[in-house]
Antibody, heavy 122, light 110 residues
Framework: EVQLVQSGAEVKKPGESLRISCKGSGYSFTSYWISWVRQMPGKGLEWMGRIDPSDSYTNYSPSFQGHVTISADKSISTAYLEWSSLKASDTAMYYC???????????????WGQGTLVTVSS | QSVLTQPPSVSAAPGQKVTISCSVSSSNIGNNFVSWYRQLPGTAPKLLIYENNKRPSGIPDRFSGSKSGTSATLGITGLQTGDEADYYCGTWDSSLNLWVFGGGTKLTVL
């Protein structure tokens, strides 16, 4: 059974750093891209970026480029989303999702993690 | 501003049929497949339709998808109260190498 299991909820102060994780199981972790998706309170889904766990190649949405870092450790089938300096506006639910891509195109998110709620407040 | 435009809300009675549209505004993505996701309150999104009109295993045939030109449509028949959720379309922008989601549609089953 394919599963993406995310780390637990976090409460942080502005300016602090944070790394959240997404562990894949039940499939070949290096055969699919992993994406991160943000959902701010009461709002829609926003694509943040993706990583190819086989070589850690990444590309980001312009809206998030430079604000977050996506990485992966294929030896433990885990992807990460990291902030160096959180802001209150980073308060949101963050989902990882498995993204099927082929031939330079991506097609669908077929499995999703359960979400990690990040709250940034002084 | 999303380049995939969905109506903010739709509603219908139990047992009826509803359609949700997803209008594509960019030529970069008009030739790519559209997928649909359902997000029940308080839960993660789930894949409903992929490659315009295919259903993953376990998704009932009450759910259907279609795409014509620059518009995609999700159809749901035999509406149930449990179908109340937010529905999102999404597709790949081949020129910018990024994924785009529609703004989401809230379905109310009256």
């Amino acid at each position: 059974e394919v599963q993406l299991v995310q780390s637990g909820a976090e409460v942080k102060k502005p300016g602090e750093s944070l790394r959240i994780s997404c562990k894949g199981s039940g499939y070949s972790f290096t055969s699919y891209w992993i994406s991160w998706v943000r959902q701010m309170p009461g709002k829609g889904l926003e694509w943040m970026g993706r990583i190819d766990p086989s070589d850690s190649y990444t590309n980001y949405s312009p809206s998030f480029q430079g604000h977050v870092t996506i990485s992966a450790d294929k030896s433990i089938s885990t992807a990460y989303l990291e902030w160096s300096s959180l802001k209150a506006s980073d308060t949101a639910m963050y989902y990882c999702a498995r993204l099927y891509c082929s031939g330079g195109r991506c097609y669908e998110f077929d499995y999703w993690g359960q979400g990690t709620l990040v709250t940034v407040s002084s | 501003q999303s380049v995939l435009t969905q109506p903010p809300s739709v509603s219908a009675a139990p047992g009826q049929k509803v359609t949700i549209s997803c209008s594509v505004s960019s030529s970069n993505i008009g030739n790519n497949f559209v997928s649909w996701y359902r997000q029940l309150p308080g839960t993660a999104p789930k894949l409903l339709i992929y490659e315009n009109n295919k259903r993953p295993s376990g998704i009932p045939d009450r759910f259907s998808g279609s795409k014509s030109g620059t518009s995609a449509t999700l159809g749901i028949t035999g509406l149930q109260t449990g179908d109340e959720a937010d529905y999102y379309c999404g597709t790949w922008d081949s020129s910018l190498n990024l994924w785009v989601f529609g703004g989401g549609t809230k379905l109310t089953v009256l």
